[in-house]
């Protein structure tokens, strides 16, 4: 063996010397030196997070009034871990806990699932939270059922019952606002993960926003203003030993309460708006059909009412009949429950009539086609002949209820609501544009109008799904025709059989309608014009945007920006921010018309179509004037819509009030009565006597001032003769009623 | 037994074996008892470690805690008595049997390749066996060229001199084949160790230095041409990348490590003590009974029992080095030279990797890993060093 091969077997184990050396030296570095950052890495490594839910702040009215709140339920859970600790997988104790609860044992298994895994049912009947998280078996726990799980611990290993919070639609007066403060439920998977990535591009990427068992707002106010009534959840970081045992609490942050949001509505004048539209609903389903011989009695299927502050655009109270009670989502609705409330036979009582029901404007409309009308150079001061009907391109077209009032001023025009005279207007100056041989881009003085008034487009109400409504103009209907004349068409050839069988008449109209809107029914005709004059045809708005229009007529030309929020309140008291929307603009009508068209509306509730109710209220015009408008809505194949649209005081105008009933009636008849009642809650009137004070809001305008609220939670009314503390039961302690400074003490 | 052929003629045969097994020149009383003893030590821990590793996981699976351990226990019975049969013929007889253990482990290297092989943790290194048995060839491929390679480089010449150029040829030829079948399992770890391996061969054969650099510089060149051309797989790949930047993906490549060093950090001086390592017991770190038992030794002994582990080792390769140099001839220098090679670059590949200074290759730690293959293998080489130390100076 050479002498080479000897030194190059010590330069190897020198090499692997000096290897060993490293490794030593690194081993050192990693156990001793920089133990401590392993250690914390180990000790995260072994956490979980817990997330405590925030309160939800409460929804008020303008007054304080809780509208939403959280009441303290007991909720029954089951942990994971402890079930996957006992030899069946838990199944004897869920058994257990279901005879307890009282529910099917089935049931509560399919609860304790987790969503995703094998054998779980679909959400929402699986748990969709975190492993960690223990599972809620029922929120309706009773007492007695919790000492029973309390009290035997070794029965029921893992099994809680605690107090927590849980949603709650107290309806105070008896205001129900179901569609305008919506509903709650659990997040689903798309709205984490759309979450997850809006945190990580705002770099937020460790906030913990939202998690799989948070419920978070559906529909209505709950959903609009979910960001402010959420609140962020607390945070409790739990060690975990290997078989998922919670072994320590390593830290713990408190949830931080949702904000409060104050809201426009006056939960008083509600209760009475709700009653009140419901009172039009059962008139108008007593009273007869005049276009069947009063023969048959009016359906009547649905209505709405809006009161809106007419120079802030505040809601101060808004109802849609069918309602339902908001309180059937909480703790997930039942299937027979979402039933009913999306039924055609219950008349959906899920959607709003007064921002997503979109009807025919009948002569409410005329505020809109008044001042087209004066743009297209007819004069408010002069006289006009109204006839029993209107000749438009040879085809006579019939003043409501063929009756002619021969030649009158245009006062008297709007008094009797006379079509003819407007069929006139528009007929005429559809002429001047050119008939039916207008440019496309024509702009038309009546449809430019209705755009100028906010029509056609949701109306920014701080509240989910708005409806556009429709200005049915040149460009929507030629739109309309190339998006159904295949259909049309086609029906023109083949005609409609199945409906010959049961009703030929019926059949041969639909015939020459398709064969009509086949050849050419983009054409802007004469009669579609006349149509729109009077708010009918294909024009449709919701009850909200013809509020909207009476707003700006009576405030002197601002369109504005209806909303329900009001202001956001920290739970503590503290101002978030208000809610004061920009208007969307001004009207392009002039002060004189609009002074004209208020006084003409004035005489309306004085000697014209909308005497009677007012007159049979015995209502004190002299001292409240009031400014109305009827509408009777025809729609084929339907009874009539009743429109009744107005503004009051007429002299310096506070609050616009438009009722609307579906298959009603006459707007007088059915729904006059009920928007007359409710003037005399808005100004405090019992017979001749006006008392603001004793109005709803109080004093005769809305609520100015901001509940305050207590550092504690509760809520303070603002002063009143009659204000006192409203102690709002929520997540605080019941404690003594008090009457104090803030509410002025009892009358 | 041990008849036919006698070395030199100062070797007195007992005549009757077992009355004077005692005796100053005696197999027993020739054997590197030092080595032999840190070698149990090792197998020992390495039993606790698998055990302590393998405990919660059969637990929570409803097996048998104790099944890795019993099989591990069986592994180090039949490895040793293995180990006894490499060390009882004398090394040089098996100059005559490396042509056929060569060709033997080049036909399980290809059994590999063939359907009959299977697929583990991304290596196609295995044949599964009934019974719940499964040979990984490519460790008893290890043996084979260590002996092979000796057997070539130190072969027709005397004593002093050193291979020739065509000597070392063909003695890479001849590693080559192993290397390129390993190569195509693919097993990277392997192939790294098979390269330490020859070049710690060619550079103690005597051969010319040109060798030695040339290797160095052709195993670079190798390194960074498979890099380039894609020729690695993308995970492996990642795990070098991993390696220098553990922090890049911790989810993915750099999972390993990261957990690797936080079980081994957590550990600090003392350890957890043993089935109390909240890393190991919560199965945080993957593969721990095998590649990772080293951070099972970090966690749950602490730096007292990963750096005892460490100095075991080191008491392993300082006797290979030691039998090495007191080897009779060059054959027997050359294999405990190759074994030397192996344990050394395993064991600081292996340790290394868990303590993120080395990428993550899939080699087990000798001795203390779980695996019946690697155990085996790694006490046939024991007894080949025992087999050369018994027989110096005779």
Known sequence: ?747 | MTVGYRPTPYTVPPPRRGSRLLHRDSALRRMDWTLLVAVLALCAIGAALVWSATKQAAIDGGDDPQAFLKKHILNVGIGLVLGVVASVFDYRMLRAYAPVVYVLSLLGLMAVLSPLGTTINGSHSWIVLPAGFSVQPSEFAKVALVVGMSMLLAEKRDAEDEPRDMDVVLALVFAAVPFALVMLQPDLGTAMVVCALVLGLIAVSGAPIRWVVGLVVAALLVAVVAVQTGMLKDYQIDRFRAFYDPAADPKGAGFNVRQSLIAVGSGGMDGQGLFQGAQTQGKFVPAQQTDFIFTVAGEELGFVGAALVVALLGLVLWRAGRIAMQAEDLFGRLVATGILCWFAFQSFENIGMTLGIMPVTGVPLPFVSYGGSSMFANLIAVGLLQNVHMRRYS
């Open chain 1, 1 to 747: 063996m050479s002498e080479r091969s000897r030194l190059r077997l010590v330069v190897l184990q020198v090499l692997v010397l000096s290897l060993l050396g490293t490794l030593l030296g690194r081993l050192w570095y990693v156990q001793v030196v920089a133990a401590e950052n392993y250690k914390t890495a180990a000790a995260e490594n072994g956490t979980r997070e817990i997330i405590t839910p925030a309160p939800r702040g409460m929804i008020l009215d303008s007054r304080g009034r809780p509208l939403a709140r959280n009441r303290t339920a007991l909720v029954v859970s089951i942990s994971r871990t402890a079930m996957l600790r006992q030899d069946d997988e838990g199944r004897e104790l869920v058994a257990k806990v279901a005879d307890v609860i009282g529910q099917p044992v089935e049931q509560v298994w399919e609860k304790t699932r987790l969503c995703g895994s094998e054998g779980a049912p679909p959400a929402p009947r699986c748990f969709n939270g975190s492993p960690y998280q223990p599972i809620p078996v029922t929120d309706e726990a009773s007492t007695a059922m919790a000492l029973q799980i309390m009290e035997r611990r070794e029965d029921f290993p893992g099994v809680t019952a605690e107090l927590t919070a849980v949603r709650e639609y107290p309806q105070p007066l008896g205001a129900n606002a179901a569609h305008e403060l919506g509903y709650l439920g659990p997040v689903t998977d798309e709205e984490l993960a759309e979450r997850a990535v809006a945190n990580d591009r705002r770099g937020a990427r460790n906030e913990t926003v939202l998690q799989g068992t948070d419920l978070i707002g559906r529909a209505g106010l709950e959903r609009e203003y979910d960001d402010d009534l959420r609140g962020r959840p607390g945070v409790r970081t739990l060690t975990v030993d290997h078989e998922g045992g919670v072994s320590g609490v390593l830290s713990e942050t408190q949830p931080t309460p949702g904000n409060y949001l104050v809201t426009t509505i006056d939960a008083e004048l509600q209760a009475e708006a709700e009653k009140q539209l419901h009172a039009a609903i059962m008139r108008a389903r007593q009273t007869g059909d005049i276009n069947k011989g009063y023969a048959t009695k009016l359906k009547a299927d649905s209505g709405a009412v809006v009161v809106m502050d007419v120079r802030t655009g505040g809601i101060v109270a808004m109802a849609s009949w069918p309602t339902y009670d908001p309180n059937i989502w909480v703790g997930g609705i039942s299937g027979k429950d979402y039933k009913a409330i999306t039924s055609k036979k219950n008349h959906y009582p899920n959607q709003s009539r007064a921002f997503q029901g979109e009807f025919a404007p009948a002569s409410t409309f005329k505020a809109v086609t008044l001042p087209a009308a004066v743009r297209a150079g007819y004069s408010v001061n002069s006289s006009y002949n109204c006839p029993s009907s209107y000749s438009i391109g040879g085809a006579p077209k019939r003043n409501y209820e063929s009756q002619g009032y021969g030649v009158i001023s245009m006062l008297r025009a709007i008094q009797v609501s006379c079509d003819t005279v407007f069929y006139k207007f528009a007929y005429e100056t559809w002429l001047r544009m050119g008939g039916l041989n207008a440019k496309k881009k024509a702009k038309d003085p009546f449809t430019e109008m209705a755009k100028a008034f906010g029509l056609g487009r949701p109306t920014g109400l701080d509240l989910p799904s708005e409806s556009d409504g429709r200005i049915a103009d040149r460009a929507w209907k030629r739109a309309y025709w190339k998006a159904t004349k295949d259909f049309y068409c086609a029906k023109a050839k083949t005609g409609y059989p199945e409906v010959a069988r049961q009703d030929p008449q019926r059949a041969a109209y639909l015939l020459q309608l398709s064969k009509e809107n086949c050849v050419d029914g983009y054409a802007y005709r004469g009669g579609d014009a006349a149509n729109f004059a009077i708010g009918q045809g294909d024009t449709t708005t919701t009850p909200l945007q013809m509020a909207r229009v009476y707003a700006a007529i009576a405030n002197g030309g601002t369109l504005v920006t209806p909303h329900i929020g009001r202001a956001i309140m920290s739970p503590d008291g503290q101002l978030v921010r208000r809610i004061e929307p920009a208007p969307a603009g001004r009207v392009p009508v002039s002060k004189a018309t609009l002074d004209w068209l208020r006084h003409a509306m004035r005489t309306v509730t004085e000697v014209g179509t909308g005497y009677g109710p007012f007159a049979r209220a015995a209502f004190p015009l002299d001292k409240i004037p009031v400014g109305t408008k009827t509408g009777t809505g025809e729609v084929y194949g339907k009874q009539t819509t009743s429109w009744f649209a107005s503004f009051a005081p007429a002299v310096k105008p506070q609050y616009a009030v438009v009722m609307m009933v579906s298959q009603g009636g006459t707007g007088s008849g059915v729904s006059g009565p009920s928007v007359a009642e409710l003037y005399k809650t808005l100004f405090g009137i019992t017979g001749q006597r006006v008392d603001l004070a004793a109005a709803a809001p109080p004093g005769g305008h809305p609520t100015q001032a901001l509940p305050a609220v207590r550092a504690d939670g509760t809520v303070v009314q603002p002063p009143r003769a009659d204000t006192r503390a409203v102690r709002l039961p929520g997540l605080v302690a019941r404690r003594e009623e008090r009457t104090d400074a803030g509410g002025g003490g009892p009358g």
